[in-house]
């Protein structure tokens, strides 16, 4: 995703798949000197943050599940003054690379 820089936030994120590189991979971020708040990730990387602070950034696996992950990041969401938007299960056919769907409400 990128990098949350200092003073700046990630909220209510997720990703899936394989991040490579020679520094600083993440599952969620490559860095982090700001803030993460309930990020999800899945695939073959170890950490949700390649450098820095990773509180925040969650793996998908064993008892956490994407439907627990959508609850934590709608909560999130609505804690940061985005209730008009959730995320929910996607049952499509491209549910494996994409479990969630944010919608408007």
């Known amino acids: 995703m990128g990098t949350a820089s200092r003073n ?3 909220i209510a994120c997720y990703s899936t798949g394989k991040v490579t590189g020679s520094r600083f991979t993440g599952g ?5 000197s700001g803030s993460i708040t309930a990020c999800y990730w899945s695939g073959e990387n170890t ?10 950034a969650t793996k998908v696996e064993n008892d956490i599940t994407w ?8 909560k999130a ?3 940061n003054g985005y ?5 929910e299960e996607n049952n ?3 549910k494996e690379t994409r479990p969630l769907i944010l919608v408007r409400n």
């Open 8 to 10: 700046s936030s990630i």
């Open 28 to 32: 969620v971020a490559g860095g982090n």
């Open 47 to 56: 950490n949700g943050v390649g450098g820095g602070e990773s509180s925040g």
């Open 67 to 74: 439907q627990t992950a959508a609850g934590e990041m709608n």
């Open 77 to 79: 969401l609505a804690e």
């Open 83 to 87: 209730s008009n938007y959730q995320w």
């Open 92 to 94: 499509g056919a491209d």
